[in-house]
T-cell receptor, first 114, second 114 residues
Framework: AQTVTQSQPEMSVQEAETVTLSCTYDTSESDYYLFWYKQPPSRQMILVIRQEAYKQQNATENRFSVNFQKAAKSFSLKISDSQLGDAAMYFCAYTNTNAGKSTFGDGTTLTVKP | DADVTQTPRNRITKTGKRIMLECSQTKGHDRMYWYRQDPGLGLRLIYYSFDVKDINKGEISDGYSVSRQAQAKFSLSLESAIPNQTALYFC?????????????FGPGTRLTVL
């Protein structure tokens, strides 16, 4: 079974600074997707960024980027120029393309200090 | 209007009661999922369905049942609610294809079993 591990239950960052959230996963599959979702206090789950395993280039969405290390099975999220609105719980997720199911990590709570 | 809706948004019930959580989507996706979120444990898959005639158990299906009434509707039932089923429940949809595979979430249902 696939597992997703987020080793940082809580992180904090100063406004305008950069923070990196860690995620590792375990799989024997070669075709899969990785995601970061954000859950603000409103509890709505919001997609932040996606990475296809077959793509070597790291995904980027504005201030959000990932460091995808396929051999190491590592998928970290970097948030640049942190804003107060970035404060939320962040979940790393793995999706097996063939099985169509997702496995989520336990989340990292990010606090942004003004 | 929201693409994935859940009713009710909040519910308080008593031990032993039967309760149904409903999910509807206008995204036209074939795949629908029910997750449970407990504090510190991320999202865990209860049931999932890839079409109206395809229902599959997830990792924590005991005590739950589902019904896929139509492509757009997927309901979760607790036949006899117990206090440890107190949690936040999410419905999600997805589709497959290059660049897709992410999950689109409803707003969640906060369920409290007394």
């Amino acid at each position: 079974a696939q597992t997703v591990t987020q080793s940082q239950p809580e992180m904090s960052v100063q406004e305008a600074e950069t923070v990196t959230l860690s995620c590792t996963y375990d799989t024997s599959e070669s075709d899969y997707y990785l995601f970061w979702y954000k859950q603000p206090p409103s509890r709505q789950m919001i997609l932040v960024i996606r990475q296809e395993a077959y793509k070597q280039q790291n995904a980027t969405e504005n201030r959000f980027s990932v460091n995808f290390q396929k051999a190491a099975k590592s998928f970290s999220l970097k948030i640049s120029d942190s804003q107060l609105g970035d404060a939320a719980m962040y979940f790393c997720a793995y999706t097996n393309t063939n099985a169509g199911k997702s496995t989520f990590g336990d989340g990292t709570t990010l606090t942004v200090k003004p | 209007d929201a693409d994935v809706t859940q009713t009710p948004r909040n519910r308080i019930t008593k031990t032993g009661k039967r309760i149904m959580l409903e999910c509807s989507q206008t995204k036209g996706h074939d795949r629908m999922y029910w997750y449970r979120q407990d504090p510190g444990l991320g999202l865990r898959l209860i049931y999932y369905s890839f079409d109206v005639k395809d229902i599959n158990k997830g990792e924590i299906s005991d005590g739950y049942s589902v019904s896929r009434q139509a492509q757009a509707k997927f309901s979760l039932s607790l036949e006899s609610a117990i206090p440890n089923q107190t949690a936040l429940y999410f419905c999600a949809t997805s589709t497959v294809g290059p660049g897709y595979n992410e999950q689109f979430f409803g707003p969640g249902t906060r369920l409290t079993v007394l």
